[in-house]
T-cell receptor, first 115, second 111 residues
Framework: DTAVSQTPKYLVTQMGNDKSIKCEQN?????MYWYKQDSKKFLKIMFS???????INETVPNRFSPKSPDKAHLNLHINSLELGDSAVYFC??????????????FGPGTRLTVL | ELKVEQNPLFLSMQEGKNYTIYCNYS?????LYWYRQDPGKSLESLFV?????AVKQEGRLMASLDTKARLSTLHITAAVHDLSATYFC???????????FGAGTRLTVKP
């Protein structure tokens, strides 16, 4: 009963290809996120979706596009992959109104390698 | 621009010793989080700190928050090898919808 799941876990592809990473959460949360963790372990928020509406769009290239078919899913599509896109991508989710103990819950990550 | 600065970035300590990791941030925030990440793994929530003076403890880890100084600390007491991991602080600047992370502190506890 994984709370936040991502597929695939590993993704190796050639430059210029288009790929997608899927994320699903079974926590009933309204808000989902995508983060990028680079080789130096630095974590940067990419997108945030609340009730299927984009509410944060950091300065990421428009080759990256989040797609949310329903509030339990937030997929990440990447077009024309570049070497610099190689990283670990984490999906996360959180409830809309945070209680005293609420936080973001992270998926296991997808390690993307662009050759 | 919001800055979240952790120090040290690398920490090697002996088992049984105490040490503190610091997290400074540059804007007002309602919440501060501490996460742990093991190599090749996801992020695990450790603490959520909500108010000035908040202190939370779990095992050998204790986190505190001083919102006036915009400073949080993660104190490690009598370190054990199992605590070896990367520890991140994160500042929430939009009530849960925009969380910014520090660079992480890579902790190695040696026997």
């Amino acid at each position: 009963d994984t709370a936040v799941s991502q597929t695939p876990k590993y993704l190796v592809t050639q430059m210029g290809n288009d790929k997608s990473i899927k994320c699903e959460q079974n926590l009933g949360h309204d808000t989902m996120y995508w983060y990028k963790q680079d080789s130096k372990k630095f974590l940067k928020i990419m997108f945030s979706y609340n009730n299927k509406e984009l509410i944060i769009n950091e300065t990421v290239p428009n080759r990256f596009s989040p797609k949310s078919p329903d509030k339990a899913h937030l997929n990440l599509h990447i077009n024309s992959l570049e070497l610099g896109d190689s990283a670990v991508y984490f999906c996360a989710s959180s409830p809309p109104t945070l209680s005293a103990t609420d936080t973001q819950y992270f998926g296991p990550g997808t390690r993307l390698t662009v050759l | 621009e919001l800055k979240v600065e952790q120090n040290p970035l690398f920490l090697s300590m002996q088992e049984g010793k105490n040490y503190t990791i610091y997290c400074n941030y540059s804007t007002t925030s309602d919440r501060l989080y501490w996460y742990r990440q093991d190599p090749g793994k996801s992020l695990e929530s450790l603490f959520v700190l909500l108010s000035n003076g908040a202190v939370k403890q779990e095992g050998r880890l204790m986190a505190s928050l001083d919102t006036k100084a915009r400073l949080s600390t993660l104190h490690i007491t009598a370190a054990v090898h199992d605590l070896s991991a990367t520890y991140f602080c994160a500042v929430d600047i939009a009530t849960g919808n925009d969380m910014r992370f520090g660079a992480g502190t890579r902790l190695t506890v040696k026997p």
